[in-house]
């Protein structure tokens, strides 16, 4: 089997980003963003999502965490289409619920090729470390966006903003984990590509 590994940097005006990953390594990594909330939900997504994950970026933090937020999605989008190459053997699609107190969150993955969000943050509109559910869809949207990943994100019960976005990255993480797995021969997909 090909390393599934990839180093991937974006330098904006705004960001500057670097992040490696490696699906088939030991679990454990690291967040700096310079945004303590980010890196904690990155963090999430680390052990969680059972991977071999380094993340430093910085960015315009004096404006707001939404480029950042943004630009780190994109990199890992980025970073896990190189790590997949032809996606072959993967398990490709994942669903998880994750509670956390008060909140429960459910994603669906699927690893298809063809990027699509369904994210609505309405009604959760507080503001946790300077990060809200708007930062989050960005987040999600960028990777979905340039990993070829279609997710759907429901929240199905919460009040906390704190608590929706934790659990929200932890079901994201959880679908990561069993998505990428390798579980067959060949690509999963009547069409031979994704």
């Not at 993967?90 to 699509?116: K, Q």
């Not at 949207?141 to 429901?154: D, E, L, Q, S, Y």
């Amino acid at each position: 089997m090909m390393s599934r590994y990839a180093a991937v940097e974006r330098n904006t005006n705004e960001t500057q980003i670097r992040v490696t990953l490696d699906l088939d390594a030991a679990v454990g990594g690291r967040a700096e963003t310079g945004h303590g909330f980010l890196d904690h939900m990155l963090e999430q997504l680390i052990r969680h999502g059972r991977l071999a994950l380094e993340v430093e970026a910085q960015g315009d933090l004096h404006v707001d965490v939404h480029h950042l937020a943004e630009d780190t999605g994109i990199t890992l989008g980025q970073a896990f289409a190189a790590a997949l190459g032809d996606r072959s053997g993967i398990e490709r699609y994942a669903s998880a619920f994750v509670p956390m107190d008060e909140t429960l969150a459910h994603v669906v993955l699927d690893l298809s090729g063809r990027p699509f969000l369904a994210f609505s943050p309405e009604g959760f509109e507080g503001v946790s470390g300077g990060f809200n559910a708007h930062h989050l869809r960005e987040l999600l949207r960028g990777f979905c966006n340039h990993a070829g990943a279609t997710m759907h994100v429901r929240i199905l019960a919460g009040t906390e903003t704190h608590h929706v976005c934790e659990a929200v990255i932890k079901a994201w993480a959880r679908c990561v984990a069993t998505a990428t797995r390798i579980t067959t021969e060949g690509l999963p997909s009547t069409k031979g590509l994704l």
